[in-house]
Antibody, heavy 120, light 111 residues
């Protein structure tokens, strides 16, 4: 059974850097074709894909955020880390990590999400 | 930024058939990329509902079906039930963005 769980601060101040961790089990990022993505959802709004990291350390970023975000993995600890700089109140959202199955372009399953509020 | 367009809301009475559209472009759905659908119940994480345009993962009732044609896709619920009240999102890949894209989301209300 694959599970993912997001963790990190619930409140950050404007201009600060956000670091979120996705801890997963049931699969390995050493397995060819596997990936983990980050998706966010502002309150009452739609889902937005942020970044993705693949088993071979290939990384992809949303063009609108690529100057502010980075994604890394620690295969030995089964975790993926998302870093977002210069946080703004508009970045207030629930942040999800999700598994991308081998060779597929969908996300399943998702973590429960973590709400991050940006406020002074 | 959503580059897949969905109607904001759709409603229907129990037992009715409802359809949600998902309109993309020549760099996403029109480029041949598959469309996937997620159901998000209130206060929960999205759950995969349809993968690869029309495939139901194990456990998804057969009243949910999907299709893709040209630059669009659709999700149909045949025999709407009260428990289907949720937000629904389509998702694909966009070659111009070199990344995944989600729809604007549709709220289904059961009257």
């Amino acid at each position: 059974q694959i599970t993912l769980k997001e963790s990190g601060p619930t409140l950050v101040k404007p201009t600060q850097t956000l670091t979120l961790t996705c801890t997963f089990s049931g699969f390995s990022l050493n397995t060819s074709g596997v990936g983990v993505g980050w998706i966010r959802q502002p309150p009452g709004k739609a889902l937005e894909w942020l970044a993705h990291i693949y088993w071979d350390d290939d990384k992809r970023y949303s063009p609108s955020l690529k100057n502010r975000i980075s994604i890394t993995k620690d295969t030995s600890k089964n975790l993926v880390v998302l870093t977002m700089t210069n946080m703004d109140p508009e970045d207030t959202a629930t942040y999800y990590c999700a598994n991308r199955p081998v060779g597929k372009n969908w996300f399943d399953p998702w973590g429960q999400g973590t709400l991050v509020t940006v406020s002074s | 930024q959503s580059v897949l367009t969905q109607p904001p809301s759709v409603s229907g009475a129990p037992g009715q058939r409802v359809t949600i559209s998902c309109t993309g472009s020549s760099s996403s759905i029109g480029a041949g990329y598959d469309v996937h659908w997620y159901q998000q119940l209130p206060g929960t994480a999205p759950k995969l509902l349809i993968s690869g345009n029309s495939n139901r993962p194990s456990g998804v009732p057969d009243r949910f079906s999907g299709s893709r044609s040209g630059t669009s896709a659709s999700l149909t619920i045949t025999g709407l039930q009260a428990e289907d009240e949720a937000d629904y999102y389509c998702q694909s890949y966009d070659t111009m963005l070199s990344g995944y894209v989600f729809g604007t989301g549709t709220t289904i209300t059961v009257l």
